[in-house]
C-alpha cells in the first residue's frame, strides 16, 4: 500500500508579477493609431448673432391684444355713453363697484387704475396731448380742493 501518488506539474508558467518584468498585469494594448497632426489654436470670436434679411414684425403679445386694438376699444370706450362729459368727470356710469369685484380689487384701487390708464391713453394720442395735460393739472386741483373739504368738515365737527 504504498502507492506512489505522482503529482502532476502543469506546463503552465506563472504569470510574472509586475515588479518582475516592469509591465502592467493587463492586457496588452491595441496597436496606437497615429494622433492627427493639431491645429494651432486660435482665439475664440464671439458668435454673431444672425440678422435677418427683413426687418421683423412685431410679434401679437401672449394675450393676443395689440397697442391698435386697445386704442379702438379705448376710442369706442370714450364715445360710448359711459364716457361722455355731460355733468361731471364722464366715469360716474361705470358701475366701480362691480368692476372690483370681478378684478378682484378694491374700488379705490380700480378707480386709480382708470385715471392712469385714462392719462396714458390721453398722452399716446397726439391729438389730446394738451388734454391729457388739462387733466393732470385738474387731478391736482381735485385732490387739493378735497383737502380743504376735509378740513372744512373737521372744523364743523369741532364746532358742533
Known amino acids: 500500500m504504498g502507492a506512489k501518488v505522482e503529482k502532476k506539474t502543469s506546463s503552465v508558467k ?4 509586475k515588479r518582475e518584468t516592469g509591465q502592467s498585469l ?3 494594448k491595441s496597436p496606437k ?8 489654436k486660435t482665439p475664440m470670436t464671439p458668435k454673431t448673432p444672425m440678422t435677418p434679411k427683413t426687418p421683423r414684425t412685431p410679434r401679437t403679445p401672449k394675450s393676443g391684444i395689440t397697442d391698435s ?4 376699444l379705448w376710442t369706442c370706450l370714450e364715445n360710448s355713453s359711459l364716457m361722455k362729459e355731460g355733468g361731471g368727470s364722464g366715469s360716474n356710469n361705470i358701475n366701480w363697484d362691480a368692476v372690483a369685484e370681478k378684478m378682484g380689487l378694491q374700488k379705490g384701487a380700480v378707480l386709480k387704475r382708470f385715471s392712469r390708464l385714462r392719462i396714458a391713453m390721453r398722452n399716446k394720442d ?4 394738451d388734454a391729457s395735460k388739462e387733466d393732470q393739472t385738474q387731478t391736482a386741483q381735485e385732490s387739493s380742493h378735497a383737502d380743504k373739504h376735509e378740513e372744512a368738515k373737521e372744523e364743523d365737527d369741532d364746532d358742533a
Open 14 to 17: 506563472p504569470i510574472p508579477l
Open 69 to 72: 386694438q386697445v386704442l379702438f
Open 126 to 129: 397726439p391729438k389730446t396731448e
Open 33 to 40: 493609431t497615429p494622433k492627427s497632426p493639431k491645429t494651432p
Open 26 to 28: 493587463k492586457s496588452p
